[in-house]
């Protein structure tokens, strides 16, 4: 343990490049003997710290590209073969070319500006044998920021750093059409009341129709029935309503429709259900949260018809689709 603290010691004071200072007489002065170099430590603790960084950048590299056969293995044996020649370079280091020194007293309670000069230059001293010490420092500086790269790579599964635009972005725009699961087009009229259909963007491929801000639901409500918030109004075609397929809660796909056929003890309107969570949302006020863990209101899609009656998108959504993720409080849908 106590050499692998001076290896450690040793390497970072030859990180930080202290300066010697120059002495008359210098080797006869010396706190540790004066020993020869050792080039073929030195190569080898150089050559170990360059594949410790090559090794810690592979396993960035491994862990960005998910299509690699045994791509967990590989991840694994990157990083721990990375490990590996780091403390392999360190223990050649602690060993070969680093002088050590082991105390036969503890040191006074005072201190002495005479014992603080010996330890100043024992440190000075304990690289002499270290003849490529550029080389060296690189060595471990690449071994050191490519390791520490590894270990912050993992960190971007949290969620997204860069790319976000998958999260903020939808693929409807103001006259879009709405398509049914054959991209056979909606007029109004094929919608009916309490049934529940999905829809997506006309033009959209199948992988495009993956995306959270592409499917939506559509329902017909009789118009008196309808009790939008003023800054809904005319969000609906004739009571034909549109809302984002996915839940706000945890981002499940809403595939129940709650129209009871008779009137209950306490009066209950349509709504959307998620089946996951039971998050149960309201259709005749926009969207609004009846039941269930989601804290959010449900995107509400503006709809119209053209002169030939299909059914087209007025614009974006209302709010952010998805789950209530922390951008989903601050963001606004992107065009």
Not at 23 to 35: G, H, N, S, T
Not at 89 to 106: D, H, Q
Not at 318 to 329: A, F, K, L, N
Request: a negative charge; charged letters at 20%; proline letters at 9%.
């Amino acid at each position: 343990m106590r050499r692998a603290l001076d290896a450690v010691l040793s390497a970072l004071v030859l990180l930080l490049g202290r300066r010697r200072r120059d002495r008359p007489d210098e080797d006869a002065e010396r706190v540790l003997p004066k020993l020869p170099p050792d080039p073929g430590a030195e190569t080898a603790a150089i050559v170990l710290f360059f594949c410790a960084a090559i090794l810690a950048a592979g396993f960035v590299v491994v862990y960005a590209i998910d299509s690699l056969p045994d791509h967990t293995q590989l991840e694994g044996a990157t990083l721990g073969l990375s490990l590996l020649c780091i403390a392999a370079a360190l223990i050649v280091v602690g060993r070969r070319l680093v002088a050590t020194e082991e105390l036969v007293e503890p040191y006074p309670p005072e201190e002495h500006p005479h014992e603080q000069e010996v330890v100043s230059r024992l440190v000075e001293e304990a690289g002499d044998r270290i003849t490529r010490k550029r080389l060296f420092k690189l060595g471990l500086g690449a071994a050191g920021g490519t390791l520490g790269l590894a270990a912050v790579a993992p960190a971007l599964s949290f969620g997204p750093f860069f790319q976000t635009k998958y999260f903020r972005g939808t693929p409807w725009r103001k006259g879009v059409r709405l398509v049914d699961e054959q991209s056979r087009p909606y007029r109004a009229s094929d919608i009916e009341e309490k049934s529940f259909y999905t829809a997506f963007p006309e033009g959209l491929s199948l992988e495009g129709r993956e995306e959270i801000g592409a499917p939506v639901v559509l329902v017909r409500l009789p118009v008196g029935e309808l009790h939008l918030p003023p800054e809904l109004h005319g969000y609906d075609a004739a009571g034909v309503v549109a809302y984002s397929k996915i839940c706000t809660h945890a981002g499940c796909a809403i595939s129940l429709y709650r129209a009871p056929l008779f009137q209950p003890d306490e009066p209950s309107p349509p709504a959307l259900v998620c089946p996951c969570h039971y998050s149960t949302f309201d259709v005749t006020d926009g969207g609004t949260v009846l039941f269930g863990p989601a804290g959010r209101k449900l995107p509400m899609l503006p709809l119209t018809t053209d002169a030939r009656g299909y059914l087209r998108a007025a614009g974006n959504f209302d709010e952010q689709v998805g789950p209530s993720w922390w951008g989903s409080r601050i963001w606004s849908p992107e065009p």
